[in-house]
């Protein structure tokens, strides 16, 4: 009996981890979304390699990540409004058709050789304001798919384990399409990939409707008010938002200098690396993309482990010491990976970088859902998207200026000593954000 009962843990604990995939609705959206999100990383590193490869400037990969955030301030908020006011499915099968064709858009652009920074530029605008609608809708739409708040944080976790899976997928991928036939390849799949989500959530049933005094009562600009209200009274809202905005703006940018890394940094140290892959595995017409790729999917493996360990946590786990350890441990990483010139030294910092930047955002996601009340939720999420898509983009020009003028290093290492700071003084300022569960 003893030994029956051993082994039956781990398949339990297996069981926990998973359990949001019981709903079939949720499990619709996972698998498809998941197929999805392996494409939206494609293009995101095929992107980065095609602004690289026109301009050669660390400045316009900055730029780039900036001007997508000109729709973000009034489309977020109005998403939230219609994420409590609409039908989700709805609003989220408009997104992704529009999405499907801005990639279709780009990779006609892209194979035919005439594509230039012009041409980007209105795209990354257009994927960001179809983006600003999507993301507090989707982010909303988790309670209706798992039926209630019993199983959201397992959702949330594995939502971020599909991201971070397509995260270490994606742009190994991209860097073997990119590297074998260009980036135009890499934007073709992404397109296709959008077919299976709306596949999903077209099979879906029985989700509830909006909730009557949200749909008939006031327009956009009331919604997005008692929104604000909200958070504005809900003192430990707004931690949770800035610590997350903070992070972005100063931490994450490390991803739009990734090439800078991967090429001039660490690149003399992969060398050997890309040659061996270039020689028994891909023949490469761009094998700068090799070991872009092998960072970013490192820090997506990290990220997918730090997002089961956060869907196998009990209910009664201390959610406010993991956000907090994840707020302490992502930034101290990063200037430990800024310091470092092996490559191979890289991927294990970036590993734990992964796992420590799940931990931060995770948890806060799921820690403002779990706080908002249901007619509310999808405009606390909208300010919760606006200020990570907003300081997110405000990072990576930021990032951006600073590397061109002093250099890829000093931009990632400043940014992260004064992330670590702020992290330092949520955790000794407010202890109360230490003892959410």
């Known amino acids: 009996m003893t030994t029956s009962l051993t082994q039956s843990q781990p398949s339990a604990r297996r069981l926990q981890t998973f359990r949001s995939l019981r709903h079939r609705n949720y499990r619709l959206w996972f698998f498809g979304q998941g197929i999805s999100l392996i494409g939206s990383w494609m293009q995101t590193v095929a992107q980065q390699v095609l602004v ?3 301009t050669g400037s660390a400045l316009a990969l900055g730029l780039t990540s900036f001007i997508g955030i000109l729709p973000l ?10 994420a409590d006011r609409l039908p989700k499915r709805s609003v989220l099968l408009v997104t992704q058709a529009v999405m499907l064709v801005q990639a279709l858009i780009l990779a006609g652009l892209t194979y035919s050789g005439v594509v230039q920074m012009g041409h980007v530029y209105a795209l990354v605008v257009l994927l960001s304001a179809v983006q600003a609608v999507d993301i507090p809708v989707r982010l909303a739409f ?8 019993e199983d959201l944080t397992n959702a949330i976790a594995l939502n971020s384990a599909q991201f971070n899976a397509a ?14 036939t260009g980036e135009a390849a890499a934007f073709l799949v992404n397109g296709l990939t959008f077919v299976p989500v709306i596949l999903s959530l077209m099979l879906m049933r029985n989700l509830p ?9 006031g327009g956009s600009w009331r919604h997005v008010v008692e929104g604000a209200a909200y958070i504005r009274r809900e003192g430990t809202l707004l931690v949770l938002i800035s610590l997350v905005a903070v992070s972005a ?11 800078v890394f991967a090429d001039t940094i660490l690149g003399p140290s992969a060398r050997p690396f890309v ?8 023949s490469c017409r761009a094998p700068e993309a090799l070991p872009l790729g092998m960072l970013l999917a490192t820090v997506g493996l990290g990220a997918v482990i730090g997002a089961l360990l956060v869907a196998s946590l009990p209910a009664d786990a201390s959610r406010g010491r993991w956000l907090t350890a994840g707020n302490l441990v992502f930034p101290a990483a990063l200037v430990f990976f800024s310091l470092n010139r092996s490559f191979l030294v890289a991927l294990p910092i970036l590993f734990l970088a992964g796992m420590a930047f799940v931990a931060q955002n995770a948890l806060a996601n799921t820690l403002l859902q779990l706080r908002a009340p249901d007619h509310l939720r999808g405009r606390v999420m909208s300010f919760y998207a606006l200020a990570f898509q907003t300081t997110m983009r405000l990072g990576g020009l930021q990032a951006g200026l600073v590397a061109e003028r002093w250099g890829a290093v000093v931009a990632v290492l400043s940014g992260a000593l004064l992330a670590l700071v702020y992290g330092l003084f949520v955790a000794v300022r407010f202890p109360d954000v230490r003892r959410l569960g």
């Open 167 to 180: 995260r270490a997928i994606g742009p190994a991928l991209a860097g073997m399409a990119v590297a074998a």
């Open 249 to 259: 703006v100063l931490a994450m940018p490390y991803t739009t200098l990734m090439p």
């Open 52 to 54: 690289y490869r026109l």
């Open 142 to 149: 988790t309670v209706e798919m798992v039926e209630g708040k």
């Open 209 to 217: 409707a909006p909730q009557e005094n949200a749909r008939t009562h």
């Open 73 to 82: 301030l009034p489309l977020s908020l109005w998403g939230g409004s219609l």
């Open 275 to 282: 040659q061996m892959l270039c020689t028994t595995v891909v």
